[in-house]
């Protein structure tokens, strides 16, 4: 019912910036949550970012001033910009969209999942 098509993923050094899009198509509106996990060798998956349908965002406190999530206009397009990149995210990351509309950006059941896109930061 909803396709998540992550795109922006890549090799970069330390200090580096990458900016990962997410296209969402289906049944979707900009009512919905959407935001981003992400998962490396040998740790848990774990939250990045997200955005709600009123715009209000949530981060890990690990990427907080680093990271900045936001939605496009014209179409169901969601950004995260990831400045100041560090070896240890380097990570498989996944765009999520939450299965019911009205969701928080944190806590939101996150139903659908795009396949991931790779993001590895040399040192």
């Known amino acids: 019912q909803v396709q998540l098509v992550e795109s922006g993923g890549g090799l970069v050094q330390a200090g580096g910036s990458l900016r990962l899009s997410c296209a969402a198509s289906g049944r979707t509106s900009d009512a919905y949550a959407m935001g981003w996990f992400r998962q490396a060798p040998g740790k848990e998956r774990e939250f990045v970012a997200g955005i709600g349908g009123g715009g209000d965002t949530a981060y890990a406190d690990s990427m907080k001033g680093r990271f900045t999530i936001s939605r496009g206009n014209g179409k169901n397009t969601v950004y995260l910009q990831m400045n100041n990149l560090k070896p240890d995210d380097t990570a498989t990351y996944f765009c999520?969209?939450?299965?019911?509309?009205?969701?928080?950006?944190?806590?939101?059941?996150?139903?659908?999942w795009g396949r991931g896109t790779q993001v590895t930061v040399s040192s």
């Open positions: 999520v969209h939450s299965t019911d509309p009205f969701a928080p950006p944190r806590g939101a059941a996150y139903g659908y």
